[in-house]
């Protein structure tokens, strides 16, 4: 969905994502029905996508909790004084 916000055809959703064909359609029709992507009719082509609002929402909450668990993983690795 990040190579969708300005909106994106489907190869270029593939190369972002490392999906071959048959896996984009297939998570691109996904995320259609789910309301996080949708077609750019402003691109005049059937293939091209664009993330919805409610797709750039996810996003972002996936992104903080992303950086969250990112500190919390940090605090687990560091050694304990009582093991020293």
Known sequence: MYSAQGGAGI???MFHAYLTHSQAKEY????M???????DIDA???????????G???????????????IETRRAAKPSAFLL
């Open 28 to 31: 691109t029709q996904a995320l």
């Open 56 to 70: 750039v929402e996810y996003l972002e909450a996936a992104e903080r909790m992303s950086d969250m668990l990112a």
């Open 11 to 13: 190869t270029n959703i």
């Open 44 to 54: 005049g082509s059937l293939r091209h996508f664009r993330t919805t609002p409610t």
């Open 33 to 39: 029905k789910r309301g996080l992507l949708e077609l």
